[in-house]
């Protein structure tokens, strides 16, 4: 039997490992490691800093993994995420049948939760499904969500209230009517500049969260979109890319 771990890493401070996630760490005879563009260059040393400084006996391996870019959004949005895992598929399984023998456990450090808007878990479901003799565990890890929220010290929710997690190019749609709070991610598209013009909502922005890079705006969103928008243009020159997380939310009256 193969075995896989799936361990979140947190998004950019070492510090947010957990002690399970250590353990798991120090368990991995081979680490996957995704190569993903631009931001590839710093999201990598961030995984080796991570294997340099907690696994004890480094008698591991690394293989790259080259994710292959999702085709640009067609008319059918679910198809083209479906076709893009196909491909992953592929490439993962030609690469346990390469680098991950019978017996040996492989590793994936998987950016931030891997239960949260990252394709990991789907995959090997997928492949498992299809009758390789794996077994994995998924490892929680700190998302970009908690650590948005710890660094603008403030609670998701507010009281007996829920928060919707969200993407770019749902928000583009609107603000939901039905929601207080909503949590946006992967927005390469700013779509919170839509909304500026309202004056019932706030946003508590952070890009680069975890890292040394770590920026963060809040207040109205009428107020400072503007700041962010420029903020947000002139770091991901300077630096080829950019992540950013951000809670919107309706003030509260008065
Ligand atoms: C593919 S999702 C992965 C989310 C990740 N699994 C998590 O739990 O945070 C990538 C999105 O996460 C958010 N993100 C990840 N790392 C971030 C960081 N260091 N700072 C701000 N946002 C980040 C951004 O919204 C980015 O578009």
Redo the contacts with the bound molecule.
């Keep these: 039997m193969r075995r896989l771990l799936i361990i979140?890493i947190g998004?950019?401070n070492p510090d947010h490992l957990t002690v399970q996630a250590i353990d798991a760490l120090n368990r991995a005879d081979v680490f996957f490691m995704p190569d993903k563009g631009e931001e590839k260059a710093a999201l990598r040393h961030l995984r080796q800093e991570i294997c340099e400084r907690f696994v004890k006996e480094a008698r591991y391996r690394t293989v790259d993994v080259t994710i292959p870019r999702r085709a640009a959004e067609g008319v059918d949005y679910h198809a083209g995420v479906d076709a893009w895992h196909a491909s992953l598929q592929a490439k993962y399984e030609a690469l346990f049948a390469e680098h991950l023998a019978e017996g040996e456990c492989g590793a994936f450090l998987?950016?931030?939760?891997?239960?949260?808007?990252?394709s990991t878990l789907r995959i090997i479901e997928r492949i498992a499904a299809k009758g390789l003799a794996i077994e994995w565990e998924a490892i929680p890890?700190?998302?970009?969500?908690q650590?948005?929220a710890a660094r603008h010290r403030m609670p998701l929710n507010r009281i007996g209230s829920s928060v919707l997690i969200t993407t770019g190019r749902r928000i583009a749609e609107g603000f939901p009517e039905t929601a207080d709070t909503v949590v946006?991610?992967?927005?390469?598209d700013q779509a919170f500049r839509h909304l500026a013009a309202r004056a019932d909502l706030e946003i508590f922005w952070?890009?680069?969260?975890?890292?040394t890079n770590?920026i963060l705006v809040s207040g109205k969103l009428s107020d400072v979109a503007e700041e962010i928008l420029r903020i947000r243009r002139r770091l991901r020159d300077e630096k080829g890319w950019i992540?950013?997380?951000y809670l919107l939310r309706r003030a509260a009256p008065g």
């Design positions: 979140g998004v950019g998987v950016w931030g939760e891997p239960a949260l808007y990252d890890g700190i998302s970009a969500v650590v948005l946006v991610m992967l927005d390469g952070g890009a680069y969260l975890g890292t770590e992540m950013d997380t």
